[in-house]
């Protein structure tokens, strides 16, 4: 990463997408979409199939055109930008290659338009584990690899922002981790990254920040931690004397709802906070279940029938 | 613009294709160029083991006599050697329409447009790259056709031609109409980027809608002048004379210098329609 890292930081490396709509025919692909993206951090982009990440990005990138709105990077659009590649790094799902080429000479294509040195395309090689196919022909390599290989010219201009689409996509186990550390030891350089992800468990461990899309709309926006928050410990609870219990939960001011069997769903305390509070006031418990909802549930929730259209 | 040609050299080297197509045109004017020179070489030994045939001056300095050309040093040579751009011009063609299409069949392009966004200068790059290229390919294509020919007219009898001025200038005029045919390709790959579609239109055009339409003037109508407009015409006119004028096929041609501005016009007008049409588009 230190090769050149000095100039990669002109650009402070705010993102911001302001009241995006991007019209495919008749589908509204993205709509009046705005956020900001802040360096430093990793931001998760989210949302399910068809909700826009990758028409977004490719928006951003200049490689579509906006029907409205802009994506700008520190206030310049990407196609104002001269050797964006320098600032910019991006690898989007998929990412092609002719499959004639090695992985070495498909970098070294690019270098003299990035503006890179040859010498900086071995460096991205060993720094996404492809030193050792290096002169391998990219029709031969597995998905894990093409995705690697995506990575490297993502980074060969040692950019002080990046793109990545989906970039855990068939990934091993240990290349999963190693994209992890990788992410973070970049936003710990003050870098700004973006990753966009159906899966929020996939990317949980990596994400300082969330923004989450469905059917082209922005649903949420925080840091993850806030949204940690909104997934409340549940606890299902039912006793042999239901008044008494009612009463319980009143006093101690916890709101309750009453299941169709007779139970309590309790919000806020964990179940053995319940159960607890139902010891020292004497109450035999017949129930105490945990029913807290998941991070992934929460994002299930925002982004509901957001789906595939 | 320095900088993204010497992407879009590296990328044509990084790939098989350029020998694959430099060893087809290659093979295609040898045997070609073999054939002839041993035919004319023959005609012109017939010839002018009669002087009383090319002593007529009424026969051989008629201004539409197809055969004159014998009558001059090198001349059955200089038709030999006219071959490789009168044939090959479809390979230079093809080496700067692939250039194009190659980037969107493998979608390559992506990453040329993340690299270089402004997509003006990534298609003026193609273009001014393409004319080393095609230059590179005449070099390529007249070796092959000039080599095999030179020895069959000697072993024939005949002169090779390489004593004359007129021979020389031949091989750099033809150079010229290369190098421009390269370019052209790039216009011709930016309009139809679909790949198979490119090869079915440039081998259609070259080898069959172009010698047709250029028989025109001669079979139908000699006033329609608009055929020498053609870029096969205009690149014929830029080597100066042709195969295809054996045939009498050709109505009148332009001076070389206007046959030139014709050709790179076609490429700046394909490049330009194919600029409108499909390279300021959204990439998908
Ligand atoms: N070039 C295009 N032409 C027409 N429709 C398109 C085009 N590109 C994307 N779409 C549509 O836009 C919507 C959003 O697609 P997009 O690829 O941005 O989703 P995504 O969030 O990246 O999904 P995934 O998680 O599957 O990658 C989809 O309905 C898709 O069919
Ligand atoms: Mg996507």
């Given amino acids: 990463m230190a090769a050149g890292s000095t100039a990669s930081h002109r650009l402070e490396g705010v993102i911001e997408v302001s009241s995006l709509t991007k019209r495919f025919g008749s589908l509204t692909a993205v709509e009046d979409l705005s956020f900001k993206v802040q360096p430093g951090r990793v931001t998760g982009f989210l949302g399910p199939n068809g909700a826009g990440k990758t028409t977004t990005l490719r928006l951003a990138l200049a490689l579509i055109r906006p029907t409205q709105g802009s994506v700008t990077f520190d206030g310049r659009r990407y196609q104002a930008i001269r050797q964006p590649a320098h600032h910019i790094g991006a690898a989007l799902e998929a990412a092609s290659f002719h499959p004639g080429r090695t992985a ?22 060993e720094l996404v584990g492809l030193t050792q196919d290096a002169k391998r022909r990219v029709g031969q390599f597995s998905m894990g690899m093409r995705g690697r290989l995506g990575v490297a010219v993502a980074l060969l201009g040692d950019p002080g922002i990046l793109l990545l689409d989906e970039p855990t996509n068939g990934l091993d186990p240990e290349g999963i981790s190693w994209m992890r550390a990788l992410l973070r030891a970049m936003a710990a350089q003050g870098r700004t990254i973006l990753i966009s992800s159906h899966l929020l468990s996939e990317v949980e461990n990596t994400v300082d920040d969330v923004v989450i899309i469905a059917k082209g709309r922005l649903v949420h926006h925080s840091p993850l931690a806030d949204m940690r928050a909104m997934a409340q410990p549940k606890t299902v609870v039912a006793a042999s004397d239901p008044p008494a219990l009612a009463t319980l939960a009143q006093s101690r001011g916890w709101p309750a709802a009453p299941a169709p069997d007779g139970s309590l769903i309790i919000t806020g305390p964990s179940a053995a906070e319940v159960g607890a509070a139902a010891f020292a006031a004497g109450l035999q418990l017949t129930q105490l279940a945990s029913q807290t909802v998941g991070l992934e549930q929460i994002f299930f929730q925002l982004t509901q029938g957001g789906g595939l259209r | 613009m320095i900088a993204a040609l010497k992407s879009e050299y590296r990328k044509l080297f990084s790939t098989r294709m350029w020998w694959v197509l430099m060893l087809c045109a290659a093979g295609y004017l040898a045997l070609n160029a073999a054939l002839m020179a041993g035919a004319l070489g023959f005609t012109e030994n017939v010839l002018t083991s009669d002087p009383e045939l090319l002593s007529d001056p009424e026969t051989m300095a008629a201004q539409d006599n197809p055969f004159a050309f014998l009558g001059e040093e090198g001349g059955a040579a200089r038709m030999v050697y006219s071959m490789a751009g009168s044939f090959a011009y479809v390979f230079p063609l093809l080496i700067g329409a692939l250039s194009v299409t190659q980037e969107y069949r493998h979608k390559t392009i992506t990453q040329t447009f993340l690299a270089e966004p402004r997509r003006q200068v990534v298609l003026g ?10 230059l590179a390919y005449g070099i390529g294509c007249l ?14 009898g005949s002169d090779p031609g390489f004593g004359a001025a007129a021979t020389w200038a031949l ?4 150079l010229v109409n290369f190098a421009i045919w390269a370019a052209v390709g790039v216009g011709l790959g930016a309009l139809i980027k679909n790949q198979v579609a490119l090869i079915v239109v440039a081998l259609a055009e070259t080898q069959a809608l172009e010698p047709m339409l250029r028989a025109v003037p001669t079979l139908i109508n000699r006033d329609w002048a ?3 407009f053609l870029p096969g015409a205009a690149g014929d006119a830029i080597q100066g004379g042709s195969f295809y004028d054996i045939m009498s096929f050709d109505g009148d041609s332009l001076p070389g210098g206007w046959a030139v ?24």
């Fill in chain 2, 261 to 284: 501005l014709v050709l790179v016009g076609w490429a700046a007008a394909l490049a330009a329609l194919g600029y409108a049409a499909n390279l300021r588009r959204d990439v998908s």
């Fill in chain 2, 171 to 174: 091989f750099g005029r033809s």
């Fill in chain 1, 104 to 125: 070495l000479q498909h970098l070294k294509m690019l270098a003299p338009e990035v503006g890179v040195s040859d010498q900086r395309c071995l460096e991205v090689l």
């Fill in chain 2, 143 to 156: 070796a092959a056709t000039v080599l095999p020919a030179a020895v069959l007219l000697a072993v024939t």
């Fill in chain 2, 226 to 228: 608009w055929t020498k």
């Fill in chain 2, 125 to 134: 790059a193609k273009l001014i790259a393409a004319l080393p290229m095609g």
